[in-house]
């Protein structure tokens, strides 16, 4: 079976997102290319000076399996960032402890709170919100609510 990993866009933030999520999943930041480090390509078009010190691809472990991946969007280089709620990262704790661990770090200055921590009736705790660099995140512990 493929893994499944996360890949975040962002609009000029990235670094500090990812230093972010590097505390809160206490994982070191690996892997950061920034659009500087590009080599120049005959034909190709000059960086941008707004793109200048912006991270290309950056990446994280939040597990042994699975990775948390990121860049900032620069228009020219691939698109424009366009935040929604059309996709969620769900993290399904193992424990009430990490659940609220987790809540606690990732909801902090959250823009939107959707739902805080608590019961709900196919979850033990749940919550879900947008943080502050515009993703949206799920935290689930089923713990007593298995489903059938």
Known sequence: MAKIHAYLNFDGTCK???EFYAQVFNSPVTGTYLYDDMPAEPGSPA???HAKGKVMHT???LNDTTMLMGSDVVEGFGGKVINGNATYIMLDAKDAEEARALYQALAKDAKIL???LGETFFAEL???FEDKFGIYWMIHFEGNKKMG
């Open 47 to 49: 960086l941008p000076e």
């Open 16 to 18: 500090q997102a990812f």
């Open 126 to 128: 749940f919550s879900s």
């Open 114 to 116: 959707e739902m805080e």
């Open 59 to 61: 990446s994280l472990m």
